[in-house]
């Protein structure tokens, strides 16, 4: 199914005198607004392969109708959110999931959509059916020689892969770790899994990156190989400066800060970027900002200053990425919603008075300090999202538009009501 641009201008029509009463108080109510807008609209946002489909719990998994079955479906549907919002230019691959058979038309179809492959991602937390050595009891971190040297050329296969789309960097997440105490030997574990990391590390092009993604717990309940920013950061460290932390809103324990580790990460230069997705009691995969959006707010305010003062380009230096699936909504609206939400904190840190903000640091002033953030957080820069998606050549309203597209009825009738997505 294909987005007319004809039917987003029309669908505009209906909305844009509204929109332009709100933009105008925009205007006269934020400094800057205009630039404000194009560093909204040039920010993009990597929509994962495995949150097309709907998820699942370990209770079971209630399958939606219409689901892209295959890599370019996958593929044709980050188009379809792309043309909608304009904000979701690229996707991230996972393998074997996303096994790329056929690399001349899966690039040929992402260049027809304008989408670029955002970092490619490998998959040692379950076993394949043609896999002869199992992953229970680890990956890269297993007391078997063998069985490490299965999961390292798997992450070495997943680099081949995304070196067939112009992908730049691999995620490595592992589900390593143990459920008892006494399973596992702590240090050697570690240093069999640094081990494994080096041989992966000497297999990355130049001009590749290699994100280490941390998580405290689950499926392992009791330990975790790289169990927090601390394991990730000395795994990234002792390889060298292709490796970096990736932060996923969802693996911390309750409470942790994530806001301050984004700041320190980014000083020290070794901030990936982002798997974003929100939660009220573990990693639930909830829409972003649908539970928290103080917090994720507090997270862009770090990252746009530490962007700043390092002088990157917000858009580009780091990676953002959606890492969200659950059961009970529809995965595209769910993904328009996600995209939403990570834009308004964007500007909504991008409008907070850093001057006036640090002026109440030097000053011991804490409530000053909250006055300067809860301005900019109760602001509503929904026009300043909405304006940015218009001048893309976007919808003002993602969610109405794609309802009133009949998306979901057309892709059934397309794809059948059975689909089921690779992987999920
Ligand atoms: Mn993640």
């Known amino acids: 199914m294909q987005v007319k641009k004809s039917l987003i201008s029309e669908h505009n029509d209906l909305d844009i005198a509204e929109h332009q009463r709100r933009y105008e108080w925009a205007l006269t109510h934020i400094a800057h607004c205009d630039s404000i807008v194009e560093k909204v609209a040039a920010f993009q946002i990597t929509i994962p392969s495995w949150a097309l489909g709907t998820g699942g719990t370990r209770f079971g998994r209630f399958a939606g109708a219409g689901e892209p079955r295959t890599l370019l479906e996958k593929i044709d549907d980050v188009g379809l959110l792309h043309a909608i919002s304009r904000s979701s230019g690229s996707i991230s691959l996972h393998f074997p999931w996303d096994s790329v058979d056929d690399a001349p038309a899966v690039r040929t179809r992402a260049i027809s959509l304008g989408l670029q492959f955002d970092a490619v991602n490998s998959n040692t937390f379950q076993d394949q059916p ?31 892969q995304g070196e067939l789309v112009g992908s730049k960097a691999l995620t490595l997440w592992l589900s390593d770790g143990s459920c008892f105490p006494g399973q596992i030997n702590f ?3 570690f240093e069999r899994t640094l081990e494994s990391m080096k041989q992966i590390y000497r297999a990355l092009p130049a001009d590749w990156n290699m994100y280490i993604e941390y998580k405290a717990f689950e499926p392992n309940m009791y330990s ?38 984004v700041a320190i990460l980014m000083m020290e230069g070794k901030l990936a970027g982002f798997h974003f997705n929100d939660s009220k009691y573990g990693d639930d995969d909830l829409t972003v900002g649908s539970i928290n959006p103080y917090q994720l707010f507090l997270v862009f305010c770090e990252l746009v200053r530490g962007m700043d003062e390092q002088k990157m380009n917000h858009a580009q230096d780091l990676g953002w990425m959606i890492d969200a699936s659950h059961n009970v909504k529809d995965p595209l609206e769910d993904l328009l919603q996600s995209v939403e939400a990570i834009q308004i904190a964007y500007a909504q840190a991008l409008i907070v008075d850093s001057q006036a903000l640090f002026q109440a640091q030097e000053a011991n002033d804490p409530v000053a300090a909250q006055e300067v953030l809860q301005a900019a957080f109760r602001t509503d820069v929904r026009p300043i999202v909405a304006e940015a998606r218009r001048r893309a050549g976007g919808a003002l309203r993602p969610i109405s538009l794609f309802r009133s597209m009949n998306v979901r ?15 999920l």
Do not use: C
């Not at 009825?409 to 992987?423: C, D, M, Y």
């Open 130 to 160: 043609s896999q002869p050595l199992s992953y229970k009891f680890g990956s890269l971190s297993h007391v078997d020689k063998a069985v490490r040297n299965q999961a390292v050329e798997h992450n070495i296969e997943t680099i081949r």
């Open 187 to 189: 240090r050697r574990s």
């Open 409 to 423: 009825a057309n892709l059934i009738a397309e794809r059948g009501s059975i689909t089921r997505s690779t992987g």
């Open 224 to 261: 975790t190989t790289v169990g927090d920013w601390g394991y990730s950061h000395m795994f990234a460290s002792k390889l060298g400066k292709q490796a970096l932390t990736l932060v996923d809103l969802g693996h911390h324990l309750p409470s942790t800060n994530i806001e301050q580790i």
